[in-house]
């Protein structure tokens, strides 16, 4: 029963590298998400996907791409990695959007850009 | 936009006493209102939710009060034990055109001293 699955957990990149950052759920949830978490501001949107097919930017979408691949995979890539995308990465999933239901999180990327 | 801010930031208790959160909203037109739980080095968890239609909610040693006229939400723990001590978030969420929008807290640290 893994629910959401990140990978990786840890990454160090260089300035400029690029990184995909990958999350998989088995709950057969119709929407996914991507955030971040940073100290003293709780956690942003960068991305979701309502369903399958769909992507609509978040809160703070700059310097990200995402991609829903099927209904389980959703990913997140950083093309041109820069110090204040150090972070923490959280990919959440949930039922199916525009519902009132609680979203499901996995256990993040801790994302360091020197 | 929703603003949720959430009180206090930090939070020390003897183990066996009740600790109380704090957060307050500013869209009156947000209806669910999840708390989450984040140990050490893992995701948020949901520990209870509360839909605005209702104005408590308890689970076992865990309750949640809303009132919606001042627009505030409250989190309280009894009986505290030390595997309570993690990081604990409120969120507001809304819908608006088939999105459920979620804006959360920027978090409070629980710490319980035995």
């Known amino acids: 029963n893994a629910g959401v699955t990140q990978t990786p957990k840890f990454q160090v990149l260089k300035t400029g590298q690029s990184m995909t950052l990958q999350c998989a759920q088995d709950?057969?949830?119709?929407?996914m998400y991507w955030y971040r978490q940073d100290p003293g501001m709780g956690l942003r949107l960068i991305y979701y996907?309502?369903?399958?097919?769909?992507?609509d930017k978040g809160e703070v979408p700059n310097g990200y791409n995402v991609s829903r691949l099927n209904k389980r995979e959703f990913s997140l890539r950083l093309e041109s990695a820069a110090p204040s995308q150090t972070s923490v990465y959280f990919c959440?999933?949930?039922?199916?959007?525009?519902?009132?239901?609680?979203?499901?999180f996995g256990d993040g990327t801790r994302l360091s850009i020197l | 936009g929703e603003n949720v801010e959430q009180h206090p930031s930090t939070l020390s208790v003897q183990e066996g006493d009740s600790a109380v959160i704090k957060c307050t909203y500013s869209?009156?037109?947000?209806?669910?209102f999840p708390w989450y739980k984040q140990e050490l080095g893992k995701g948020p968890q949901l520990i209870i939710d509360?839909?605005?239609?209702?104005g408590e909610k308890k689970d076992q040693r865990i309750a949640v009060t809303l009132n919606k006229t001042a627009k505030h939400f409250s989190l309280h723990i009894t009986e505290t034990q030390p595997e309570d001590s993690a990081v604990y978030f409120c969120?507001?969420?809304?819908?608006?055109?088939?999105?459920?929008?979620?804006?959360f807290g920027t978090g409070t640290k629980l710490q319980v001293i035995p």
């Open positions: 996907s309502a369903s399958e097919g769909t992507t």
């Open positions: 959440a999933s949930r039922e199916r959007q525009g519902v009132i239901q609680p979203q499901h």
């Open positions: 709950m057969n949830h119709n929407s």
């Open positions: 969120a507001a969420s809304r819908g608006s055109g088939g999105y459920q929008k979620v804006t």
């Open positions: 509360i839909r605005s239609n209702v």
């Open positions: 869209d009156s037109a947000s209806n669910y």
